[in-house]
């Protein structure tokens, strides 16, 4: 099976400057999820939905920080604006039911942003 | 209670010897405990996970040992190699209902030949 498909790979802006990146999971896999890695750190959730429904988005940073996931396949998340310490790797991840023991996570590889 | 504490940072192992990661929670009703593995440039891939309802679990060189009232759990990679260079990460959920994985902060494991 294809896995979880992200892009861009890498993103290089300005503070201040709008960015999004883009998710699309694994075929089948109704629960989609956003995490982001910070240097030498553990991936952590940002939100995550079941089907087009964001079912907890209690880590997004809401001031700043969108996502959709319309018709429950592909999603986006954006940043605007876009600050220097949101310089790190965010990772779109899918799993076919709530990602626990029956379900593991399947990561994409990430993009990785940078902001000077 | 949420946190997932792993240890060590880093670890330099020679070809063939083990490895050995370790982690703690806090949080007793986590029942899934993962390990995940990530090259450079890529996402964590999962490796081996384990419910507390056992002490062990094998898979091929991979081991995980879990102690559920010490609440600690550790990887130990027996034969290591160097291909087995990468970050490792601990995490803890719940195998039913929501999950939302712990990540511990990652152990790079560096094998020399």
């Known amino acids: 099976e294809a896995g979880v498909v992200q892009s861009p790979r890498y993103k290089i802006i300005e503070k201040k400057q709008p960015v999004a990146f883009w998710c699309n999971p694994i075929s089948g896999h109704n629960t989609l999820y956003w995490y982001r890695q910070n240097l030498g750190q553990g991936p952590e959730l940002l939100i995550r939905?079941?089907?087009?429904?964001?079912?907890?988005d209690s880590q997004l940073p809401k001031d700043r920080f969108s996502a959709e996931r319309l018709k429950g396949v592909d999603s986006t998340l954006k940043i605007q604006p876009a600050e220097l310490g949101d310089s790190a790797v965010y990772l779109c991840?899918?799993?076919?039911?709530?990602?626990?023991?029956?379900?593991?996570?399947?990561f994409g590889n990430g993009t990785r942003l940078t902001v000077t | 209670q949420q946190q997932v504490k792993q240890s060590p940072q880093s670890l330099i192992v020679q070809k063939g010897g083990i490895s050995i990661i370790n982690c703690a929670y806090e949080n007793t009703a986590f029942d899934y405990f993962p390990w995940y593995q990530q090259f450079p440039g890529k996402g964590p891939a999962l490796l081996i996970a384990i419910r507390p309802d056992v002490s062990e679990k094998k898979e091929g060189r991979f081991t995980i040992s879990f102690n559920k009232s010490a609440k600690q759990f550790s990887l130990h990679i027996m034969d290591s190699q160097p291909g087995d260079s990468a970050t490792y990460f601990c995490?803890?959920?719940?195998?039913?209902?929501?999950?939302?994985?712990?990540f511990g902060a990652g152990t790079r494991l560096a094998v020399h030949p």
């Open positions: 939905y079941e089907n087009e429904e964001a079912v907890d």
């Open positions: 991840a899918s799993s076919s039911i709530n990602g626990g023991g029956n379900s593991p996570l399947h």
């Open positions: 995490a803890a959920g719940f195998s039913g209902g929501y999950n939302k994985l712990i």
